[in-house]
């Protein structure tokens, strides 16, 4: 009985200390996500995505109002008077400039300044090349340089206007002295409100991948997973999800399931993080 018993207690022993490894190994996981994850840095990338989605929503609307590529009258502008549009043809092309001025409140309540260029030439094949530039311009009070070079086709297979843009666009953000440069590739697709004539129903469906690098060091690599959704009546991306790596961690970024919020959420080794948008 005495050799049963001592038996007994080793193996209980041998379970409490192999619990103890596994909840110590644990602790020291959700330690370590916690000490690589900076909540600061996340959002900052993640407002970065905003705020270039967000110009290049406004770019896309201007473009569309000016050359509307047989897709119907305007109806109902994004853009109110404070809005100076230009187009000065050339050939089968030509240059569009929005000019915010000082400052210009946009229908969807977005924020602007300063300009945006874009020039284009024909079409070729049912597409065209069209590049863009930014001018002091300005997007809810965070500065946003940089150009890039669009391939927009009138109908992808599904039918929808389609532009696949290449970028590199710098973030100067208004409540820090930190800045972001977003490079990398974007698809988009218009799936909502084509040929309407109005703004406000215009809905699209972005895909791609891009590096985002701020000026403190930290660098995120991010994938479209779940296609990210862009109403142009909310500033803010309201649904998709973006595979993201990032100081020495993987991680997935879900802007949500179609609220118009400034609210997304980092999952970190199955941890859920709030973060702003």
């Not at 193996?11 to 916690?34: G, K, M, P, R």
């Not at 569309?64 to 050339?90: A, Q």
């Not at 590049?131 to 086709?153: D, P, Q, S």
């Not at 862009?230 to 999800?241: E, I, N, Q, T």
Request: charged fraction near 20%; charge should be negative; include cysteine.
């Amino acid at each position: 009985m005495k050799t049963n018993v001592f038996k007994i207690n080793l193996f209980a022993l041998l379970v409490v200390s192999l619990l103890f490894v596994a909840c110590s190994e644990d602790n020291n996981t959700i330690e370590e996500t916690e000490a690589n994850y900076s909540v600061e840095n996340t959002a900052l990338a993640t407002k970065t995505d905003n705020i270039v989605e967000g110009s290049l929503s406004v770019m896309e609307n201007g473009y569309v109002e000016v050359n509307g590529e047989n897709r119907g009258n305007t109806v109902e502008s994004l853009f109110p008077d404070c809005t100076i549009i230009t187009l000065e043809p050339s050939g089968n092309g030509g240059t569009i400039t929005l000019d915010f001025g000082d400052e210009c409140q946009l229908f969807n309540g977005a924020i602007v300044s300063g300009k945006i260029i874009m020039e284009y030439g024909p079409f070729e094949n049912g597409s065209r090349t069209i590049t863009y530039t930014f001018e002091n311009y300005f997007y809810n009070g965070n500065g946003v340089e940089g150009e890039g070079e669009i391939v927009r086709k009138l109908e992808n297979e599904n039918g929808n206007p389609e532009s696949t843009v290449n970028e590199s666009i710098t973030v100067s953000f208004s409540e820090t002295d930190v800045s972001a440069t977003r490079i990398g590739t974007r698809v988009v697709e218009w799936v909502e409100g084509v040929g309407s004539g109005n703004w406000d129903d215009n809905v699209y469906h972005i895909t791609g991948n891009w590096n985002t690098t701020l000026s403190n060091g930290f660098e995120r690599s991010g994938e479209v997973t779940e296609q990210l959704v862009k109403k142009m009546s909310c500033l803010w991306l309201v649904s998709g999800v973006l595979a993201i790596e990032q100081q020495n961690i993987t991680a997935t970024i879900d802007f949500g399931e179609g609220e118009c919020d400034a609210q997304a959420t980092i999952t970190i080794n199955g941890q859920e993080f709030p973060i702003g948008a």
